[in-house]
T-cell receptor, first 114, second 111 residues
Framework: EAGVAQSPRYKIIEKRQSVAFWCNPISGHATLYWYQQILGQGPKLLIQFQNNGVVDDSQLPKDRFSAERLKGVDSTLKIQPAKLEDSAVYLC????????????FGSGTRLTVV | GQSLEQPSEVTAVEGAIVQINCTYQTSGFYGLSWYQQHDGGAPTFLSYNALDGLEETGRFSSFLSRSDSYGYLLLQELQMKDSASYFCAVKGNTGFQKLVFGTGTRLLVSP
């Protein structure tokens, strides 16, 4: 099966600019996750979708971050305006449902804010 | 909340056995998972322990002791390609079962 697709692979922007990341999960996977991974740390969950509804966004900085999953398939994560501390890898993952214990991750988008 | 601690780095030589420990504090969880991540790559699921004890998958084994709030990943017959970061993660037992990752351990395998 095809894996989780993410784009772009790399992005460099200046602070206060906006940026968007795209994710296409594995076909049929109802649950989609966006994680933020700062260099040297473990991934941190930003938002979890079940189909096209948000079920957990407790750690999403809602003043600058937004995400959507239209039609319950692919998803976009946006940052506006970006801060220096947003420099990280943004990983998208998917699973058949929330109970599945093994997620499939994409290779991520490495964001550098200068 | 949940927190998971791991050693930051472990070194070993090819052919050896290495154990990566994970201690956690959580109010409740379904199970402990392990993921491997090569530099610049995606985290890849390795194993899952729902119950106490040892789970074996080829060269990799994982162990969980809920009474000790402790688990480990055991890698045998180390190969150069095993050089990567390894993360433990707990799957919450409330709501939509959020997966929370540990701090990660960088494994360096030398010839």
């Amino acid at each position: 099966e095809a894996g989780v697709a993410q784009s772009p692979r790399y992005k460099i922007i200046e602070k206060r600019q906006s940026v968007a990341f795209w994710c296409n999960p594995i076909s049929g996977h109802a649950t989609l996750y966006w994680y933020q991974q700062i260099l040297g740390q473990g991934p941190k969950l930003l938002i979890q979708f079940q189909n096209n509804g948000v079920v957990d966004d407790s750690q999403l900085p809602k003043d600058r971050f937004s995400a959507e999953r239209l039609k319950g398939v692919d998803s976009t994560l946006k940052i506006q305006p970006a801060k220096l501390e947003d420099s990280a890898v943004y990983l998208c993952a998917s699973s058949l449902d929330p109970r599945q214990y093994g997620y499939t991750f994409g290779s991520g988008t490495r964001l550098t804010v200068v | 909340g949940q927190s998971l601690e791991q050693p930051s780095e472990v070194t070993a030589v090819e052919g050896a056995i290495v154990q990566i420990n994970c201690t956690y504090q959580t109010s409740g969880f379904y199970g402990l998972s392990w993921y491997q991540q090569h530099d610049g790559g995606a985290p890849t699921f390795l194993s899952y322990n729902a119950l106490d004890g040892l789970e074996e998958t080829g060269r990799f084994s994982s162990f969980l002791s809920r009474s000790d709030s402790y688990g480990y990943l055991l890698l045998q017959e180390l190969q150069m390609k095993d050089s990567a970061s390894y993360f433990c993660a707990v799957k919450g037992n409330t709501g939509f079962q959020k997966l929370v990752f540990g701090t990660g351990t960088r494994l360096l395998v030398s010839p």
